[in-house]
């Protein structure tokens, strides 16, 4: 079986170019940190160059207008219902801690 699969092997790769001396990932561990490090700057540049393309698509008066809406924005009043209906949320929920507290812990005994 592992002989069929080498002659297919040699079959398929013959016909590609592929030869003997070329690099076979595995048999040099500085060349194989050298690729694995090869492909992480690539794709770090990649990343990068991607980034400030996108940046310097936007127009500044976006940007401008962006930071001076957030700037001059008034804040908006909270009503009284709202703040009664937290407020009373968090209060059960104060109480059903205090209950759970006082309560005492009972473990079975899986033993028994």
Not at 44 to 63: E, H, M, N, Q, W
Not at 83 to 111: A, F, N, Q, W
Request: charged share 25%; aromatic share 10%.
């Amino acid at each position: 079986m592992r002989d069929t699969f080498n002659e297919l092997k040699k079959k398929i790769l013959g016909k590609f170019g592929a030869h003997e001396g070329l690099y076979h990932l595995g048999s040099n561990s500085s060349a194989d940190w050298f690729l694995a490090l090869t492909g992480f700057v690539l794709c770090a540049t990649v990343i990068v160059l991607f980034s400030v393309y996108r940046f310097k698509g936007v127009p500044d008066d976006t940007v401008q207008n962006l930071v001076t809406t957030t700037a001059s924005s008034t804040p908006s009043e909270l009503s009284r219902d709202l703040i009664d209906r937290v407020t009373s949320y968090y209060e059960g929920r104060r109480v059903e801690l205090s209950k759970l507290l006082k309560t005492p812990v009972s473990l079975t005994d899986p033993s028994r």
